[in-house]
């Protein structure tokens, strides 16, 4: 088990940029997978990106692509959300995840640590 809290969200106008991060406990940061997953109001949680444990390769849904950038840095035990171009219907509540799964994971389901969440809200 990791402890997660996420900071950097806020009010941007649309076309601004945010960066999130989450910050995690303990000295096996490394040995997990790490995921963001987004949160509307009325709206189901959403996969948005993750990256793996080991060679960090990185995953992102078609929506974010060439947008947003996940990374991590395993000796601040920290991931980043860099959120370049935002728009209005990216407002929602952030959320990071660890995942102790072989394979990076698309589902919530497969993340068992989640951090509290950061509000991003997008104004048009």
């Known amino acids: 088990q990791v402890q997660l809290v996420e900071s950097g969200g806020g009010l941007v106008q649309a076309g601004g940029s945010l960066r999130l991060s989450c910050a995690a406990s303990?000295?096996?940061?490394?040995?997990?997978?790490m995921g963001w997953f987004r949160q509307a109001p009325g709206k189901e949680r959403e996969f948005v990106a993750a990256?793996?444990?080991?060679?960090?390769?990185?995953f992102y849904t078609k929506s974010v692509k060439g947008r947003f950038t996940i990374s991590r840095d395993n000796a601040k035990n920290t991931v980043y959300l860099q959120m370049n171009s935002l728009k209005p219907e990216d407002t929602a509540v952030y959320y990071c995840?660890?995942?102790?799964?072989?394979?990076?994971?698309?589902?919530?389901?497969?993340?068992?640590?989640w951090g509290q969440g950061t509000q991003v809200t997008v104004s048009s």
């Open positions: 303990g000295r096996t940061f490394s040995s997990y997978h």
């Open positions: 995840a660890a995942g102790p799964t072989v394979r990076v994971g698309l589902s919530h389901r497969e993340y068992t640590d």
């Open positions: 990256i793996s444990r080991s060679v960090g390769s990185t």
